[in-house]
Nanobody, 124 residues
Framework: QVQLVESGGGLVQAGDSLTLSCVAS????????MGWFRQAPEKEREFVAG???????DYADSVKGRFTISRDNTKNTVYLSMHSLKPEDTAVYYC??????????????????WGQGTQVTVSS
């Protein structure tokens, strides 16, 4: 398992954009599926986006068209670019490591390790 550290969260207004980063250490991400999840207060953690080792992507319906997941294997980093943010996007966002050569869809139910999370707050 790799160690994951998220960054880039903050307080923004509705309609703004924000990009989260997830940097891995202790191993390479290049052959791993990766995902972003979020957890709002008093709600369960939910899938946001996944990216396969080959760059294929998968998104939750609630963020499709607004969020983009990407990876830079040279930097061992996965990104989540968020646009047109809404108050309901407010949550702690977590990066998760999926399986070796995994698909982005498999990330929805197969996470091997988590980062510590980064808070995103969207004001109306």
């Amino acid at each position: 398992q790799v160690q994951l550290v998220e960054s880039g969260g903050g307080l923004v207004q509705a309609g703004d954009s924000l990009t989260l980063s997830c940097v891995a250490s202790g191993g390479t991400l290049s052959r791993l599926a990766m995902g972003w999840f979020r957890q709002a207060p008093e709600k369960e953690r939910e899938f946001v986006a996944g990216i396969g080792w080959n760059g294929a992507t998968d998104y939750a319906d609630s963020v499709k068209g607004r969020f983009t997941i990407s990876r830079d294997n040279t930097k061992n980093t996965v990104y989540l670019s968020m646009h047109s943010l809404k108050p309901e996007d407010t949550a702690v966002y977590y990066c998760g490591q999926g399986s070796y050569l995994g698909s982005p869809q498999a990330v929805r139910r197969d996470i091997r390790s988590w980062g510590q999370g980064t808070q995103v707050t969207v004001s109306s």
